[in-house]
């Protein structure tokens, strides 16, 4: 036969339950947040320790007292420990605080190895900044023409014989049909007059394609920065002044610049434009080619025929464009003997620019 349970015991081991479990969970805390989530589990508002109060209520009443005793002795005795065990993760939270915020002056930071520009894209940027600072702005075209931009509307049609000197990869697209890579960047001075009514004033940088052999002055790919003034009376005085304030400005008061007389099929009169070769100071040098002096690039009157190519009337508008070889600025600039290194991409010799 099941005996029925005396309520009086079960009621004391039930608080004795309750301050075992008290005691092992006050001491399992490791932060005052769950400390505090714990003691208001026991004996907060409401806690194990309401329940219980209110079920002595209904115990015989001569055992009540005692029994209430018991209970307020064990919920004591949890208080107590709940301030010790306060005090101990204050001060261990106080001092992981200070570990935090502690200084350490004896720390190195790994140094990292972050690169830079490549000395051809900030002779780009060097040339922007100049031609800016002069009044120009800045235009790109695509790598990829058509013989009409390339050729055609620059006054070169197709038996000119000036095309054999840019001899270039065509390549077929769709739905373009045949394009080539562009020869120069002459071509987005037509993409410019198409897109905008004088006056202009505009820098063209970008990458170019040939059919020519590396050597120490030439790459089959390699870069041009092209420039295109259009107004009204402009004259070749100011080709040259301009040419002359670049000059200065990009390579300091010391070097001077020539223009001979060439050809280009889109300008009339065309010149080339030379400076003296800083590497050999002008007694010849492979660089130079033995002639102390470095073309940096071509330049002339626009002509007729391209204004007549964009629309423009030759009889109220007037202008001159230029074209620059980046790699032959930069390697004047800082007195690299041969463009081939530029393209080697060897760090040890690009870290130096
Ligand atoms: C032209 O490309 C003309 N479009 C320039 C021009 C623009 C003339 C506007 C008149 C008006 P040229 O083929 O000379 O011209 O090239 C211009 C410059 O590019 C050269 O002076 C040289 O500095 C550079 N260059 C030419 N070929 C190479 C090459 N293979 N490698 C590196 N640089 C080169």
Not at 6 to 34: C, H, N, W, Y
Not at 102 to 130: A, F, I, K, N, Y
Not at 225 to 236: N, T
Not at 283 to 305: Q, S, Y
């Amino acid at each position: 036969m099941r005996r029925e349970a005396d309520p009086v015991s079960g009621m004391v081991e039930e608080i004795q339950r309750f301050l075992d479990d008290g005691k092992r969970l006050i001491t399992a805390q490791v932060s005052l947040v769950e400390l505090d989530a714990v003691l208001g589990s026991l004996v907060g508002r409401r806690s194990r320790f309401v329940e219980l109060r209110k079920r002595i209520g209904g115990l015989p009443a001569e055992s009540r007292k005692e029994v209430g005793r018991l209970l307020n002795a064990a919920v004591e005795e949890l208080e107590q420990l709940g301030e010790l065990r306060r005090g101990e993760l204050s001060v261990e939270e106080r001092e992981r605080g200070y570990e935090r915020e502690r200084l350490d002056l004896t720390e190195t930071e790994p140094t990292s190895s972050r690169g830079h520009g490549h000395v051809v894209t900030s002779t780009h940027e060097t040339l922007e900044d100049v031609f800016v600072g002069m009044g120009f702005s800045v235009a790109e075209g695509p790598e990829i023409e058509s013989d009409w931009y390339n050729f055609e509307a620059l006054n070169i049609p197709p038996d000119h014989p000036a095309r054999s000197m840019w001899d270039t990869l065509y390549v077929n697209l769709e739905p373009q049909g045949k394009m080539l890579l562009r020869t120069h960047t002459s071509p987005v001075q037509i993409r410019v007059m198409q897109a905008q009514r004088p006056p202009i004033r505009v820098i063209c940088p970008g990458r170019v394609y040939r059919r020519d052999t590396a050597d120490a002055s030439h790459m089959p790919v390699f870069h041009q920065i092209e420039g295109l003034v259009v107004d009204r009376g402009i004259s070749f005085a100011d080709l040259a002044g301009t040419l002359e304030a670049f000059t200065t400005e990009y390579f300091g008061k010391a070097i001077h610049s020539r223009l001979r007389p060439s050809y280009f099929p889109f300008t009339e009169p065309s010149a080339e434009f030379d400076i003296n070769c800083l590497i050999c100071e002008g007694a010849g040098c492979r660089t130079c080619g033995m002639t102390g002096w470095l073309e940096l690039g071509g330049c002339g009157m626009v002509h007729p025929n391209v204004f007549a190519a964009v629309g423009l009337d030759p009889e109220e508008w007037t202008g001159f464009a230029f074209g620059f070889g980046t790699e032959r600025l930069a390697l004047m600039r800082y007195g690299i003997d041969d463009m081939r290194e530029l393209w080697t991409c060897d760090v040890r010799f690009l870290r130096q620019f």
